[in-house]
């Protein structure tokens, strides 16, 4: 899998396969914006990943590439974050093309 220190992510694999995030590094950027093992990351700078290359993804993952807005399938229904971003708080139930709902709303 890939890791990026700053974002704090490391992936299961790269496309043809999924994105599925396979660990999350406490207090980086993945972490304090509600990415969770699990999640399936989707798109890059909203760019489907699936039509990418490993290398592209590596290259557009990369620190100086900021900021990076990735979109994850997240809870039963989409996170997306920006590098500089905060989390929203919002956690999800449901999931498309069924209705989503909105279940808990954290403070901050």
Not at 20 to 35: F, M, Q, R, S, Y
């Given at each position: 899998g890939?890791?990026?220190?700053?974002l704090?992510?490391?992936?299961?694999g790269?496309?043809?396969?999924?994105?599925?995030?396979?660990?999350?590094?406490?207090?980086?950027?993945?972490?304090?914006?509600?990415?969770?093992?699990?999640?399936?990351?989707?798109?890059?700078?909203g760019q489907a990943?699936k039509?990418?290359?490993?290398?592209t993804i590596?290259a557009?993952?990369?620190?100086?590439?900021?900021p990076?807005?990735?979109?994850?399938?997240?809870?039963?229904?989409?996170?997306?974050?920006?590098?500089?971003d905060?989390?929203?708080?919002?956690?999800t139930?449901?999931?498309?093309?069924?209705?989503?709902?909105?279940?808990?709303v954290?403070?901050?």
């Amino acid at each position: 899998g890939k890791t990026d220190k700053l974002l704090g992510l490391n992936f299961t694999g790269f496309p043809p396969k999924r994105m599925i995030v396979k660990t999350v590094g406490a207090e980086k950027w993945a972490d304090l914006n509600g990415v969770s093992i699990g999640d399936e990351l989707m798109a890059i700078n909203g760019q489907a990943v699936k039509s990418m290359t490993k290398e592209t993804i590596s290259a557009l993952l990369q620190a100086n590439r900021r900021p990076t807005e990735l979109t994850f399938v997240h809870g039963g229904g989409l996170l997306s974050a920006g590098a500089e971003d905060r989390p929203l708080g919002l956690h999800t139930k449901g999931k498309p093309p069924n209705k989503v709902f909105i279940s808990t709303v954290t403070p901050g």
